[in-house]
């Protein structure tokens, strides 16, 4: 359910995104590899990320791609290879198991490309809507609405939405938010909730929006 008015929410949000300048706050993992634009090495590095910390995704990123630099050497790589590689990720013996097999489809059915359609990419082994839609922002540059436990829960502290799930928070707000403004909320909200909007005991003191932010569910703060 959506609870702000659009308008209400994209202000909030530019308003976000010159806080976390002016205090230098880092951008997420995925902009900080530079890999902006490269549909492939996206897609890759956001299953690197699922439930790991982003200098270790990073790392592991570069040991990956300085083997494997496009989709015609990955496929050629073993899944042993790959989980050497990409060690110590969280799951990292399921994610050369899922690299390994999305590269193999990309190449048997979408001649060797990433497909820049959301259906041909949830298509893909392990790829869910968090995901997809992050390969369409970063990779293609297109408009598209990336929604992961941060975003979720930070549109709910705020009373923005009430929704129960990710999922559920992309569709409300996918269907609201003006083109321009989605591709940025991930990396904008992503950026707070590591920095200060933690899921636990959320640094609140430190944060531009204490006195306005409802703090929904929020049992502690610092």
Same mark, same amino acid.
């Given at each position: 359910?959506?609870?702000?008015?659009?308008?209400?929410? #994209?202000?909030?949000?530019?308003?976000?995104? #010159?806080?976390?300048?002016?205090?230098? =706050?880092?951008? &997420?993992? =995925?902009?900080?590899?530079?890999?902006?634009?490269?549909?492939?090495? %996206?897609?890759?590095?956001?299953?690197?990320?699922?439930?790991?910390?982003?200098? %270790?995704?990073?790392?592991?990123?570069?040991?990956?791609?300085?083997?494997?630099?496009?989709?015609?050497? !990955?496929?050629?790589?073993?899944?042993?290879?790959?989980?050497?590689?990409?060690? &110590?990720?969280?799951?990292?013996? #399921?994610?050369?198991?899922?690299?390994?097999?999305?590269?193999?489809?990309?190449?048997?059915?979408?001649?060797?490309?990433?497909?820049?359609?959301?259906?041909?990419?949830? /298509?893909?082994?392990? %790829?869910?809507?968090?995901?997809?839609?992050?390969? !369409?922002?970063?990779?293609?540059? /297109?408009?598209? !609405?990336?929604?992961?436990?941060? %975003?979720?829960?930070?549109?709910?502290?705020?009373? *923005? =939405?009430?929704?129960? /799930?990710?999922?559920? *928070?992309?569709? #409300?707000?996918?269907?609201?938010?003006? &083109?321009?403004?989605?591709?940025?909320?991930?990396?904008?909200?992503? /950026?707070?909730?590591?920095?200060?909007?933690?899921? !636990? *005991? &959320?640094?609140? *003191?430190?944060?531009?929006?204490?006195?306005?932010?409802?703090?929904?569910?929020?049992?502690?703060?610092?």
């Amino acid at each position: 359910m959506l609870l702000e008015s659009p308008g209400t929410i #994209t202000d909030r949000l530019l308003r976000v995104e #010159t806080f976390l300048r002016e205090r230098k =706050i880092p951008a &997420p993992g =995925i902009e900080q590899l530079g890999i902006s634009g490269d549909p492939y090495r %996206v897609l890759v590095s956001t299953i690197l990320s699922l439930r790991t910390r982003d200098r %270790v995704m990073e790392e592991a990123s570069k040991r990956l791609f300085s083997m494997a630099p496009d989709l015609e050497h !990955l496929v050629r790589l073993s899944e042993g290879q790959i989980q050497d590689a990409i060690y &110590p990720v969280g799951f990292y013996r #399921t994610k050369a198991r899922t690299i390994k097999q999305i590269a193999k489809m990309l190449m048997e059915n979408f001649q060797g490309i990433v497909p820049s359609r959301l259906e041909d990419l949830l /298509s893909l082994p392990g %790829v869910g809507l968090k995901t997809a839609n992050l390969v !369409l922002a970063q990779g293609f540059g /297109s408009s598209a !609405l990336c929604v992961d436990t941060h %975003v979720h829960r930070i549109m709910n502290r705020w009373g *923005s =939405i009430r929704t129960g /799930s990710p999922d559920e *928070s992309f569709r #409300t707000l996918d269907q609201t938010l003006p &083109p321009e403004i989605k591709s940025a909320v991930n990396p904008l909200l992503v /950026s707070l909730g590591q920095a200060l909007c933690l899921p !636990l *005991s &959320p640094r609140c *003191s430190l944060c531009f929006l204490e006195e306005e932010c409802p703090k929904i569910k929020v049992l502690h703060q610092r």
